[in-house]
Every structure is written in structure tokens, then in C-alpha cells.
């Protein structure tokens, strides 16, 4: 099965706005990964089964514990944040924030490619 179009073009564009801080990316059929320059990595994932699933996940666990993703699987846990079901893991999967993603992917590759270089260490 070939990767949807959506993914292929974040690669394209994250590649060319944010050379910096990507070491290599790699493409999968529903997912998208950048190595990073610290040796942490950046996921993309796109559900298969339900269009408008989608999870950005920037796993830290190996540098110092923590992880951030944005993501709307619309998981029932948190049903009372405004934003649901978007909403942000701020370091781990017990604190969840309210989302600033919307429906444009480009703009949210953007947005968490941002937080990441200034999160970075």
C-alpha cells in the first residue's frame, strides 16, 4: 500500500524548511519519522480506518524521559478539554493540554517543527 499523498508532501517540506535539525526521515505506508539531531525522532501517523486521524509525536524518552504529541484519537479520557478530541501531551501521557492544531497538516508539521526547535536541547 502507498503512503498517502499528505505524508509524502510533509516529508518534502519539513526536509526543505527545517534541514537544521533533521538527520534523515524515513516513510512508511500510514507513517512519517524524522531522526533528529539530538537522537530523539518526530512521528507522524495517520490512521488508515478513519481519514482525520492523526498523531504528531515527538518521542524524547531516551534523552530524558519525557515525550509531546498532538493528536486526535479521540480517546474518552479526555473528553472535557475544549479542544476535543485534539489535545497535547505535555511530557508525558498523564498531562494533557488543550490542542492548537486544526484541520490544515501543513500548518501543524509547521507549528510542532517550531516547538521543537525551541524545545530542543
Given at each position: 500500500m502507498q503512503s498517502p499523498p499528505i505524508l509524502i508532501r510533509m516529508q518534502r517540506i519539513a526536509l526543505l524548511e527545517f534541514p537544521e535539525i533533521i538527520s534523515?526521515?524515513?516513510?512508511?505506508?500510514?507513517?512519517?519519522?524524522?531522526?533528529?539531531?539530538?537522537?530523539?525522532?518526530?512521528?507522524?501517523?495517520?490512521?488508515?480506518?478513519?481519514?482525520?486521524?492523526?498523531?504528531?509525536?515527538w518521542e524524547r524518552r531516551n534523552i530524558d524521559g519525557t515525550f509531546y504529541r498532538y493528536d486526535n484519537i479521540p480517546h474518552l479520557?479526555?473528553?472535557?478539554?475544549?479542544?476535543?478530541?485534539?489535545?497535547?501531551?505535555?511530557?508525558?501521557?498523564?498531562?494533557?493540554?488543550?490542542?492548537?492544531?486544526?484541520?490544515?497538516?501543513?500548518?501543524n508539521l509547521r507549528t510542532f517543527f517550531c516547538f521543537i526547535q525551541e524545545n530542543m536541547q
Open positions: 534523515s526521515s524515513h516513510l512508511e505506508t500510514n507513517k512519517l519519522r524524522f531522526f533528529l539531531i539530538d537522537n530523539s525522532f518526530l512521528e507522524i501517523y495517520c490512521s488508515l480506518k478513519e481519514f482525520n486521524q492523526w498523531a504528531f509525536h479520557k479526555w473528553k472535557e478539554i475544549s479542544t476535543f478530541p485534539w489535545h497535547f501531551h505535555t511530557g508525558n501521557g498523564e498531562i494533557v493540554e488543550e490542542s492548537s492544531f486544526g484541520d490544515d497538516r501543513i500548518e
